[in-house]
């Protein structure tokens, strides 16, 4: 049996980031992530968010890709939420996510980080921070035309390196999945 322990930070956004995700149903949505990440075999160490968008911290199996736990829990808990009626109209997650691979060293930081989204949000929207990500880490509206290495962790997350990575999804879509992510 492999023995793996990789620790991914998997952050994704409702579509168009409506501002649907209010308190009381960011408490059930993120029981209802957890049992069904339990479910499915997926170690789910924290999850938080805010109003348009979910963090969380995982811990891939040696049988696991981030394509393939972003899809099953993204998936999943748009299904439960429409099929329980908890928005008006359609409710869908935006397509992207980022994710990225987290040092034991640091675990601490991203899951406080994580627990404090709904105080950190309260400061800085999700769409400002969003924007500064994508300037900071060199994201061209086309893409980014190639890999390259820089600080492009979020400020509360500040002092880290990550090399950026242009992955296809399904040969359809570009996902984007931040790695090497050590403390400086």
Request: glycine residues 10%; aromatic residues 10%; hydrophobic residues 35%.
């Amino acid at each position: 049996m492999p023995y793996v322990r990789v620790w991914v930070h998997l952050v994704w956004s409702t579509k168009n980031r409506e501002p649907v995700l209010g308190e009381e149903m960011r408490a059930g949505l993120f029981d209802h992530i957890r049992v069904n990440a339990r479910e499915k075999g997926i170690y789910l160490g924290t999850i938080g968010g805010y109003v348009d968008h979910v963090h969380a911290l995982i811990s891939l199996g040696s049988d696991q890709t981030i394509a393939m736990v972003a899809r099953l829990i993204k998936g999943e808990s748009s299904h439960w939420i429409n099929q329980n009626s908890l928005t008006r109209g359609k409710f869908e997650w935006q397509e992207e996510y980022f994710a990225v691979s987290v040092s034991e060293s640091v675990l601490g930081k991203v899951k406080e980080y994580i627990k404090g989204q709904e105080e950190h949000h309260r400061r800085r929207s999700f769409a400002e921070e969003y924007q500064e990500f994508i300037e900071r880490c060199g994201f061209a509206s086309g893409g980014l035309k190639s890999t390259q290495e820089g600080s492009c962790l979020p400020p509360a997350q500040a002092g880290g390196k990550m090399k950026l990575l242009k992955l296809m999804a399904n040969n359809l879509e570009p996902r984007w999945v931040l790695t090497q992510w050590r403390a400086s």
